[in-house]
């Protein structure tokens, strides 16, 4: 699991309340991504990290923003959820010397 | 925008048969190419990968085709077992300079009949 935890690993919200999801990793990534997945749309990037206070958007960053105070978490904060933002999202880190990158276990999102 | 376009969308096979799942892109910068395997409830976990200057690579029963003039490249999984059932992600990326952000195909839904 190249030493990657996400939590909370389901939460269930209301429309309009603020969601933070955190990434944990204990092996000193440099990079961090999230992601969501959803059916028919394979996993998309939503932002991703290539350092402390480093980010940059993704295909779908719009109602999402991240945070890196330091290398061993990202956070994903959804500022009002959305009923479109029910998903399943996955963290990730990329090896350092490879261009691999390896999946933390998922955080179930469902926004009522 | 960088796509990956991935077919089929399901696939259903005999134990022991051969198991086809194919990608194509469109952007001609994408020069590293992973298959992602996840079975319901986990997260993807890497299967095999590939660059553009080898044509194929094997790992096992598992084999990478790329055709780099045609942007196409496919997995085959030899001799498919039951324990194979489960969906299937291309990707493709870019390199360092651009984050190496992976853009992942739709994925493909494999099972695999004992």
């Known amino acids: 699991d190249a030493g990657i935890t996400q939590s909370p690993r389901h939460k269930v919200t209301e429309t309009g309340t603020p969601v933070t999801l955190r990434c944990h990793q204990t092996?000193?990534?440099?990079?961090m991504y999230w992601y969501r997945q959803d059916p028919g749309h394979g996993l998309r990037l939503i932002h991703y990290?290539?350092?402390?206070?480093?980010?940059d958007k993704g295909e779908v960053s719009d109602g999402y923003s991240v945070s890196r105070s330091k290398t061993e978490d990202f956070l994903l904060t959804l500022e009002s959820a959305t009923s479109s933002q029910t998903s399943v999202y996955f963290c990730?880190?990329?090896?350092?010397?490879?261009?691999?990158?390896?999946f933390g276990p998922g955080t179930r999102l469902l926004v009522l | 925008q960088q796509q990956v376009k991935q077919s089929p969308q399901s696939l259903i096979v005999q134990k022991g048969g051969i198991s086809i799942i194919n990608c194509a892109y469109e952007?001609?910068?994408?020069?590293?190419f992973p298959w992602y395997q996840q079975f319901p409830g986990k997260g993807p976990a890497l299967l095999i990968a590939?660059?553009?200057?080898?044509s194929e690579k094997k790992e096992g029963r598992f084999t990478i085709s790329f055709n780099k003039s045609a942007k196409q490249f496919s997995l085959h999984i030899m001799d498919s077992q039951p324990g194979d059932s489960a969906t299937y992600f291309c990707?493709?990326?870019?390199?360092?300079?651009?984050?190496?952000?992976?853009?992942f195909g739709e994925g493909t839904q494999l099972t695999v009949n004992p």
């Open positions: 092996e000193n990534h440099r990079y």
């Open positions: 590939i660059r553009p200057d080898v």
């Open positions: 952007n001609t910068a994408f020069d590293y």
């Open positions: 990707a493709a990326s870019t390199g360092e300079t651009s984050g190496s952000r992976l853009t």
């Open positions: 990730a880190i990329r090896d350092r010397t490879h261009e691999t990158q390896y």
């Open positions: 990290s290539y350092g402390v206070k480093d980010t």
